[in-house]
T-cell receptor
């Protein structure tokens, strides 16, 4: 069975600094998608970034980038130039294609200190 | 913008009550999902639906049922609420066109407390 593990329940970063959130997953599939979702306090969850497993190039969205290590089954999120608005819970998720179903990790709460 | 609306942000119910959680999306999405979010456990899939009147069990369907009579509406039903169903419930939808990428659009959540 596929699983997603986020081993950091909480992280903190100073404003303007860089932080990396970790995620590992387990799957026997070769074709899949990985996601990072952001859930701000009392607000709805939104997609931050997506990575297709067949792509070797790491995805980037403005200040957000991933380090995708397929062999190691690792998918970390790097947030550069952290802003107060980045404070949220972040979920790593996996999709084994053609189903629309996502498997989520436990979540990491990110605190941004001014 | 995609909008997924959950009918109640906060509910307090008593053990044994029947509870309805309603979810409506306005983007003509084929797929709809109900997740449960608990601290330290992340999101767990309860039920999902790929089309009207279709439903499939997720990872934790026990104690829940669903209804999808219209494409835009997906309801989660707790036939007899129990205290261990106290949780945050998240509804999500996605387009079949985006199925291979799996991007979900979420509602704001319904926080249910069962006393």
């Amino acid at each position: 069975a596929q699983t997603v593990t986020q081993s950091q329940p909480e992280m903190s970063v100073q404003e303007a600094e860089t932080v990396t959130l970790s995620c590992t997953y387990d799957t026997s599939e070769s074709d899949y998608y990985l996601f990072w979702y952001k859930q701000p306090p009392s607000r709805q969850m939104i997609l931050v970034i997506r990575q297709e497993a067949y792509k070797q190039q790491n995805a980037t969205e403005n200040r957000f980038s991933v380090n995708f290590q397929k062999a190691a089954k690792s998918f970390s999120l790097k947030i550069s130039d952290s802003q107060l608005g980045d404070a949220a819970m972040y979920f790593c998720a996996y999709s084994f294609s053609n189903t629309g179903k996502l498997i989520f990790g436990q979540g990491t709460t990110l605190q941004v200190k001014p | 913008d995609v909008k997924v609306t959950q009918s109640s942000r906060y509910l307090v119910k008593r053990t044994g009550e029947k509870v309805f959680l309603e979810c409506v999306q306005d983007m003509d999405h084929e797929n709809m999902f109900w997740y449960r979010q608990d601290p330290g456990l992340g999101l767990r899939l309860i039920y999902f639906s790929y089309d009207v009147k279709m439903k499939e069990k997720g990872d934790i369907p026990e104690g829940y049922s669903v209804s999808r009579e219209k494409k835009e509406r997906f309801s989660l039903i707790l036939e007899s609420a129990s205290t261990n169903q106290t949780s945050m419930y998240l509804c999500a939808s996605s387009s079949r066109l985006a199925e291979n990428t799996g991007e979900l659009f979420f509602g704001e959540g319904s926080r249910l407390t069962v006393l």
